[in-house]
């Protein structure tokens, strides 16, 4: 398939996990992509795979200085955008009593103002047409134990969505959120091990964790004119696990 054909995106945290399985499809589909990240190890790594229809920039989403320097790269390039996948994420658990304000910062000013300003700086290059994809997450429909910052956050997210589809009304710009449950990265399968792996999988109906490139694949039909009528939208892709 060819539905991203002659489309210019950008993928934050794009160096690894869903990021780059979503770079990958996207490439595969027509794409030229912008991935953006804060390891220029990873960011190299991804570029020699990807190929190149693939550039990379360093930087961080919560620095706005970063975020300008990735889309005067984008604008020097390509001239216009296309495709914003809103990707870049952090969590990890601190449970109720024990949550601090740096928690707190770190986990927000990555998965929401992080978002905020990758969307928000984006515009002045998009156009009608132009797709914005949030990444979310099952946590922020169902909570998770420990997790209160993260999961507030992705419910943060989802609202952005709803919000930015009134905001954007007549500009032919759509905003959907992708939201996935246990996905098998590079990090999740470091940090969970075999058995991890296999408990969090039992927790769906599919009874295993996603794929990456699945998370992908959907991403770049959100990306692409086959969403057309999709926007302040949710698609769960999370093996049914926040759906019953």
Same mark, same amino acid.
Do not use: C
């Given at each position: 398939? $060819?539905?991203?054909?002659?489309?210019? #995106?950008?993928?934050?945290?794009?160096?690894?996990?869903?990021?780059?399985?979503?770079?990958?499809?996207?490439? &595969?589909?027509?794409?030229?992509?912008?991935?953006?990240?804060?390891?220029?190890?990873?960011?190299?790594?991804?570029?020699?795979?990807?190929?190149?229809?693939?550039?990379?920039?360093?930087?961080?989403?919560?620095? +706005?200085?970063?975020? &300008?320097?990735?889309?005067?790269?984008?604008?020097? +390039?390509?001239?216009?955008?296309?495709?914003?996948?809103?990707?870049?994420?952090?969590?990890? %658990?601190?449970?109720?009593?024990?949550?601090?304000?740096?928690?707190?910062?770190?986990?927000?000013?990555?998965?929401?103002?992080?978002?905020?300003?990758?969307?928000?700086?984006?515009?002045?290059?998009?156009? *009608? /047409?132009?797709?914005?994809?949030?990444?979310?997450?099952?946590?922020?429909?169902?909570?998770?134990?420990?997790?209160? #910052?993260? *999961?507030?956050?992705?419910?943060?997210?989802?609202?952005?969505?709803?919000?930015? #589809? +009134?905001?954007?009304? /007549?500009?032919?710009?759509?905003? $959907?959120?992708?939201?996935?449950?246990?996905? #098998?990265?590079?990090?999740?399968? +470091?940090?969970?091990?075999?058995?991890?792996?296999?408990?969090?999988?039992?927790?769906? %109906?599919?009874?295993?964790?996603?794929?990456?490139?699945?998370?992908?694949?959907?991403?770049?039909?959100?990306?692409? *004119?086959?969403?057309?009528?999709?926007?302040? *939208?949710?698609?769960?892709?999370?093996?049914?696990?926040?759906?019953?």
């Amino acid at each position: 398939m $060819n539905r991203l054909n002659g489309k210019t #995106a950008v993928i934050t945290g794009g160096a690894t996990g869903i990021g780059r399985a979503a770079a990958k499809r996207f490439i &595969d589909e027509g794409a030229f992509v912008f991935i953006f990240g804060r390891r220029q190890e990873a960011l190299d790594a991804a570029v020699a795979e990807l190929g190149p229809n693939a550039r990379a920039v360093k930087g961080s989403v919560s620095d +706005e200085a970063d975020l &300008d320097r990735l889309y005067a790269a984008v604008k020097a +390039e390509r001239g216009t955008l296309d495709i914003v996948f809103a990707n870049a994420g952090a969590g990890s %658990p601190l449970p109720l009593g024990k949550i601090t304000a740096e928690h707190i910062d770190e986990t927000f000013d990555t998965n929401v103002k992080g978002t905020i300003f990758t969307v928000q700086k984006a515009l002045p290059l998009m156009g *009608s /047409g132009g797709s914005i994809i949030l990444t979310g997450s099952s946590a922020g429909t169902t909570g998770a134990p420990g997790f209160s #910052a993260y *999961s507030a956050s992705k419910a943060a997210v989802r609202n952005l969505a709803r919000t930015w #589809a +009134e905001d954007l009304k /007549g500009t032919g710009i759509r905003v $959907n959120v992708l939201s996935p449950g246990a996905t #098998a990265t590079e990090l999740a399968k +470091e940090a969970l091990g075999e058995e991890g792996q296999k408990a969090y999988g039992a927790m769906t %109906p599919l009874q295993r964790m996603a794929d990456p490139a699945e998370i992908g694949a959907v991403a770049a039909f959100l990306a692409s *004119s086959d969403s057309s009528f999709m926007t302040a *939208s949710e698609v769960a892709v999370d093996g049914g696990l926040a759906q019953l």
